[in-house]
C-alpha cells in the first residue's frame, strides 16, 4: 500500500506552530528502591505520532504507565492537554480520561463480553445514550478498523491481530484526542503487523488524533513514527525524526538498530546484581 | 547461626506486615464499595444493577444445586449421630432440641460459608487475578471506570444478598432431611417434628445464623478479592492466589464464627 500522504511529515513550522498535548517533565520513577525512569523531559505535540523505542528494561512500559496515571511518579509531572494528570481531583481525572483511548498489548478486551459490548463499554458507563445509537457508534468504529461482521464473537474466538483491531476501537471509541498504543504490532506476522501499521497513520490523518505507540519493532516505528524517542535504562537518548535516529552517531542508539547485543548484559554477576536489586 | 536467626526473623517481620497491609487493604475495599454504592449516582458512575443482579445468579442461583445436596446429607447425618449418642440416655426424642439449635444457629450458615468460599471466592480470586494479568484491570482505570465500583461493589452485594438466603434455604433443607430420618426411624410424625422444632427454635436464632452469614458474605468477598489483586506472575500464579484464598476464607469464616457465637451468647 502506497499512499505518500498517510506518512507525510508536518513541516517545520507546522510543528513548532502545534501545542504539546502531553508535557513530561523531570519525571522520575521508582519500583521499590530501584530508579526506573531518571529524569525524562517530553513533549508530545498535536497531531504527531511519536514512537517511544526501547530494549527490554529499558524502562519504556513504565513510561507508558506513568503517561497513563496508572503509575505515580516519585517526582515530575505529566501534564495531559495542560493538566496535571497527578494533582487533578479524580473527578477531573476520569474526565480527562475520556479523552485518552489505550489499546493495550494484549488487547486487555473483557472476556465475559462481546466484542460490541467490550468497544461500546466506554460509551455505556460515560454517556447516556440509548442503547441503539451506542450500538451504532460502536459498529462504526469497527468497521474504521475492517473488523465490521465480528460483533458477536467472543474475545476468545479472535486471532491475534483481531485482537489487536478490537482493541483499537474500543480505544477510538469516544473520539479521544490523545491514543495510546503499546506494542501494537508485538506477537503479529510482518502481514498484519504492517496493516496495524496503516491503521494507526490511518486513524491519525482521519482524526486528528495524537498517537504516542511504545514499541520495540524498528521496522514498525521506522514506518508510522513522526518523532521517536529511544529509551535506555531510563534515560532519553535522542528525540528525533526518523532520519535523525536512524543516522544518529550515538553507539548506543546503532548497537539498538543493528540488534547487536551489549557484552554487560551477558556479565553473570552485573545481572545477578540487578535480579537482587530487583527483588529488594 | 545467628545470621539464620535474624533471616527468620526479619522474614517473620516481613510477612507479619504484609498481614496487616492485607487487612487494611481488605477494609479500603470495603470501604470504597460502600461509598460507590452510596455515593456512584451522584458522580454519574452508578453500580450497575445488573451486573449486580447477574452476580447474584452465579453466587446464589447457580450454588442451590450443590448446597441442597450438601445440606441433605448433613441433616441426615446429623439425625443419625444426634440419635445414635442420645440412645445412651435413652433420650432419643431430644435430638430435635439438638438438631434444630445447631442448624438454624451454625450448621447452615458455616456449610453455606464453606461452600461458598469454596465456589464463588475462588472464582472472584481467579476473575479478578485474570484480569490483572491481562491488564483489564489497567483497562478499567484508563477508560476512567473505577475497578471497585466496577467489579468489588456488585459483587460485595451479590454475596450480602444471597449468601443469607442460600443460609435458609439450606437451614431448611438440612432439618427436612433430618426430619425424614427421625421419621423413618423414631416414628415421629411430621407435624410432631414441626410442632417441636418450632416450640425449640426461636426467631432470635434464625438472625443469629443470618447475620453470621452475612459477615461471612463480606469476609468471602474481600479475601477473594484481596487474594485477586496480589496475583503476580501468570496463570501459575492465579493458581497459587485462588487455592490461598479459599484457604483464608475457610479460616476467617471459622474463626469469625467462634467469636460471633462468643460475643452473642453473653449478650
Same mark, same amino acid.
Given at each position: 500500500?502506497?499512499?505518500?500522504?498517510?506518512?507525510?511529515?508536518?513541516?517545520?513550522?507546522?510543528?513548532?506552530?502545534?501545542?504539546?498535548?502531553?508535557?513530561?517533565?523531570?519525571?522520575?520513577?521508582?519500583?521499590?528502591?530501584?530508579?526506573?525512569?531518571?529524569?525524562?523531559?517530553?513533549?508530545?505535540?498535536?497531531?504527531?505520532?511519536?514512537?517511544?523505542?526501547?530494549?527490554?528494561?529499558?524502562?519504556?512500559?513504565?513510561?507508558?504507565?506513568?503517561?497513563?496515571?496508572?503509575?505515580?511518579?516519585?517526582?515530575?509531572?505529566?501534564?495531559?492537554?495542560?493538566?496535571?494528570?497527578?494533582?487533578?481531583?479524580?473527578?477531573?481525572?476520569?474526565?480527562?480520561?475520556?479523552?485518552?483511548?489505550?489499546?493495550?498489548?494484549?488487547?486487555?478486551?473483557?472476556?465475559?463480553?462481546?466484542?460490541?459490548?467490550?468497544?461500546?463499554?466506554?460509551?455505556?458507563?460515560?454517556?447516556?445514550?440509548?442503547?441503539?445509537?451506542?450500538?451504532?457508534?460502536?459498529?462504526?468504529?469497527?468497521?474504521?478498523?475492517?473488523?465490521?461482521?465480528?460483533?458477536?464473537?467472543?474475545?476468545?474466538?479472535?486471532?491475534?491481530?483481531?485482537?489487536?483491531?478490537?482493541?483499537?476501537?474500543?480505544?477510538?471509541?469516544?473520539?479521544?484526542?490523545?491514543?495510546?498504543?503499546?506494542?501494537?504490532?508485538?506477537?503479529?506476522?510482518?502481514?498484519?503487523?504492517?496493516?496495524?501499521?496503516?491503521?494507526?497513520?490511518?486513524?491519525?490523518?482521519?482524526?486528528?488524533?495524537?498517537?504516542?505507540?511504545?514499541?520495540?519493532?524498528?521496522?514498525?516505528?521506522?514506518?508510522?513514527?513522526?518523532?521517536?524517542?529511544?529509551?535506555?535504562?531510563?534515560?532519553?537518548?535522542?528525540?528525533?525524526?526518523?532520519?535523525?535516529?536512524?543516522?544518529?552517531?550515538?553507539?548506543?542508539?546503532?548497537?539498538?538498530?543493528?540488534?547487536?547485543?551489549?557484552?554487560?548484559?551477558?556479565?553473570?554477576?552485573?545481572?545477578?546484581?540487578?535480579?537482587?536489586?530487583?527483588?529488594? | 547461626?545467628?545470621?539464620?536467626?535474624?533471616?527468620?526473623?526479619?522474614?517473620?517481620?516481613?510477612?507479619?506486615?504484609?498481614?496487616?497491609?492485607?487487612?487494611?487493604?481488605?477494609?479500603?475495599?470495603?470501604?470504597?464499595?460502600?461509598?460507590?454504592?452510596?455515593?456512584?449516582?451522584?458522580?454519574?458512575?452508578?453500580?450497575?444493577?445488573?451486573?449486580?443482579?447477574?452476580?447474584?445468579?452465579?453466587?446464589?442461583?447457580?450454588?442451590?444445586?450443590?448446597?441442597?445436596?450438601?445440606?441433605?446429607? +448433613? @441433616?441426615? %447425618?446429623?439425625?443419625? !449421630?444426634? $440419635?445414635?449418642? /442420645?440412645? =445412651?440416655? #435413652?433420650?432419643?426424642?431430644?435430638?430435635?432440641?439438638?438438631?434444630?439449635?445447631?442448624?438454624?444457629?451454625?450448621?447452615?450458615?458455616?456449610?453455606?460459608?464453606?461452600?461458598?468460599?469454596?465456589?464463588?471466592?475462588?472464582?472472584?480470586?481467579?476473575? +479478578? @487475578?485474570? %484480569?490483572?494479568?491481562? !491488564?483489564? $484491570?489497567?483497562? /478499567?482505570? =484508563?477508560? #476512567?471506570?473505577?475497578?471497585?465500583?466496577?467489579?468489588?461493589?456488585?459483587?460485595?452485594?451479590?454475596?450480602?444478598?444471597?449468601?443469607?438466603?442460600?443460609?435458609?434455604?439450606?437451614?431448611?433443607?438440612?432439618?427436612?432431611?433430618?426430619?425424614?430420618? +427421625? @421419621?423413618?426411624?423414631?416414628?415421629?410424625?411430621?407435624?410432631?417434628?414441626?410442632?417441636?422444632?418450632?416450640?425449640?427454635?426461636?426467631?432470635?436464632?434464625?438472625?443469629?445464623?443470618?447475620?453470621?452469614?452475612?459477615?461471612?458474605?463480606?469476609?468471602?468477598?474481600?479475601?477473594?478479592?484481596?487474594?485477586?489483586?496480589?496475583?503476580?506472575?501468570?496463570?501459575? @500464579?492465579?493458581?497459587?492466589?485462588?487455592?490461598?484464598?479459599?484457604?483464608?476464607?475457610?479460616?476467617?469464616?471459622?474463626?469469625?464464627?467462634?467469636?460471633?457465637?462468643?460475643?452473642?451468647?453473653?449478650?
Amino acid at each position: 500500500m502506497n499512499q505518500p500522504a498517510l506518512n507525510r511529515m508536518p513541516s517545520d513550522a507546522e510543528v513548532v506552530a502545534t501545542p504539546a498535548v502531553i508535557e513530561v517533565r523531570d519525571l522520575i520513577t521508582h519500583y521499590g528502591t530501584r530508579k526506573i525512569l531518571h529524569g525524562i523531559n517530553l513533549d508530545i505535540r498535536q497531531g504527531e505520532i511519536m514512537v517511544i523505542m526501547g530494549g527490554s528494561g529499558s524502562g519504556k512500559s513504565t513510561l507508558l504507565n506513568a503517561l497513563l496515571g496508572l503509575l505515580r511518579p516519585t517526582s515530575g509531572a505529566v501534564r495531559i492537554l495542560s493538566q496535571d494528570l497527578n494533582a487533578i481531583s479524580d473527578v477531573e481525572r476520569t474526565k480527562l480520561r475520556q479523552k485518552m483511548g489505550v489499546a493495550f498489548q494484549g488487547g486487555a478486551l473483557f472476556s465475559s463480553m462481546n466484542v460490541l459490548e467490550n468497544i461500546m463499554l466506554p460509551l455505556r458507563e460515560h454517556t447516556r445514550l440509548d442503547r441503539s445509537t451506542m450500538q451504532i457508534m460502536a459498529r462504526m468504529k469497527m468497521q474504521v478498523v475492517n473488523l465490521a461482521g465480528f460483533e458477536r464473537l467472543m474475545p476468545a474466538e479472535l486471532s491475534g491481530g483481531m485482537i489487536k483491531r478490537a482493541a483499537l476501537a474500543r480505544a477510538i471509541v469516544m473520539d479521544p484526542r490523545i491514543l495510546f498504543c503499546d506494542e501494537p504490532s508485538a506477537g503479529l506476522d510482518p502481514v498484519v503487523s504492517s496493516a496495524i501499521d496503516d491503521l494507526i497513520l490511518s486513524l491519525r490523518d482521519a482524526m486528528g488524533m495524537s498517537i504516542v505507540v511504545v514499541t520495540h519493532e524498528l521496522e514498525s516505528a521506522f514506518k508510522i513514527a513522526d518523532r521517536i524517542c529511544v529509551l535506555d535504562k531510563g534515560h532519553i537518548l535522542t528525540i528525533g525524526t526518523v532520519d535523525e535516529v536512524r543516522n544518529s552517531k550515538n553507539e548506543r542508539i546503532q548497537n539498538l538498530l543493528n540488534r547487536r547485543t551489549e557484552a554487560e548484559i551477558l556479565d553473570p554477576d552485573e545481572y545477578l546484581k540487578r535480579l537482587t536489586a530487583a527483588g529488594a | 547461626m545467628r545470621e539464620r536467626v535474624g533471616d527468620h526473623m526479619e522474614r517473620m517481620g516481613r510477612s507479619a506486615v504484609a498481614g496487616i497491609a492485607e487487612f487494611g487493604l481488605g477494609a479500603v475495599l470495603f470501604a470504597q464499595s460502600i461509598y460507590w454504592i452510596i455515593i456512584g449516582h451522584r458522580r454519574a458512575q452508578p453500580v450497575r444493577l445488573d451486573a449486580a443482579i447477574a452476580r447474584c445468579m452465579e453466587v446464589g442461583i447457580h450454588a442451590v444445586p450443590i448446597i441442597t445436596l450438601m445440606s441433605l446429607t +448433613i @441433616g441426615i %447425618m446429623l439425625a443419625i !449421630q444426634g $440419635i445414635y449418642s /442420645l440412645r =445412651v440416655f #435413652g433420650a432419643e426424642e431430644q435430638v430435635v432440641l439438638g438438631i434444630g439449635m445447631s442448624v438454624v444457629r451454625e450448621f447452615g450458615p458455616l456449610i453455606t460459608g464453606i461452600l461458598v468460599a469454596g465456589r464463588t471466592g475462588s472464582s472472584l480470586a481467579a476473575r +479478578i @487475578g485474570t %484480569m490483572r494479568i491481562s !491488564q483489564e $484491570i489497567d483497562a /478499567l482505570s =484508563v477508560m #476512567g471506570i473505577n475497578p471497585v465500583r466496577y467489579i468489588v461493589a456488585p459483587a460485595l452485594i451479590s454475596m450480602v444478598v444471597m449468601v443469607p438466603v442460600l443460609t435458609f434455604w439450606s437451614s431448611i433443607v438440612m432439618l427436612t432431611g433430618a426430619g425424614w430420618y +427421625i @421419621g423413618i426411624d423414631l416414628g415421629m410424625s411430621a407435624a410432631a417434628y414441626i410442632d417441636r422444632l418450632t416450640e425449640i427454635v426461636k426467631i432470635g436464632d434464625v438472625w443469629h445464623g443470618l447475620g453470621k452469614s452475612v459477615l461471612f458474605g463480606i469476609l468471602i468477598t474481600l479475601v477473594g478479592v484481596i487474594n485477586g489483586t496480589l496475583v503476580s506472575g501468570g496463570a501459575e @500464579g492465579v493458581g497459587k492466589m485462588t487455592t490461598r484464598s479459599v484457604v483464608i476464607s475457610i479460616c476467617a469464616i471459622i474463626v469469625t464464627d467462634m467469636i460471633f457465637a462468643f460475643i452473642a451468647t453473653r449478650s
